[in-house]
């Protein structure tokens, strides 16, 4: 079957915006003075789910059909395969962040090292969106 490619997208554009706005409340989260998180429990497990539902479309539909493209056109696809890899790796450490941090308590009893964690992981996971909306999903627009 075909795959649409706007509708593709369109998907895979909603799905980056829902993650980054959560990044942006919980960075917001942080910054309060009174220190305590409002970030609560159903908030995280639904970025968690959010974020896997993403990546399974990514990796299961999205980048096959990238290399699907590439490979069609006779174009070198080492480099989006170097770049998979690394979007990959990204992939990997949030999700050994996600396992750490699993519940509201998680996140209060280790508040410092939540903090300063999540401030790379966000920096990543931004990373690889702006890296994906302004590279590869290009391949399919
Ligand atoms: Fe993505």
Excluded: W
Excluded at 5 to 18: D, I, N, R
Excluded at 77 to 83: A, D, G, Q, V, Y
Excluded at 115 to 122: L, M, N, Q, V, Y
């Amino acid at each position: 079957m075909e795959i649409d490619h706007a509708e593709l997208l369109k998907t895979l554009f909603g799905q980056h915006q829902k993650l980054k706005d959560y990044l942006q409340h919980v960075a917001q989260d942080i910054g309060r003075p009174e220190g305590e998180l409002d970030c609560t429990e159903k908030d995280l497990v639904q970025f968690h789910k959010d974020l896997v539902a993403h990546l399974a479309l990514e990796d299961k539909v999205f980048y096959p059909e990238v290399f699907r493209i590439l490979k069609r056109s006779g174009m070198d696809s080492r480099p989006t395969e170097i770049f998979f890899a690394e979007m990959q790796k990204i992939a990997a450490v949030v999700e050994e962040f996600l396992a750490k941090y699993k519940t509201k308590e998680d996140i209060l009893k280790n508040k410092k090292d939540f903090s300063d964690e999540f401030g790379s992981i966000a920096k990543k996971l931004a990373l690889r969106v702006a890296a994906e909306e302004e590279g590869v999903y290009m391949y399919l627009a």
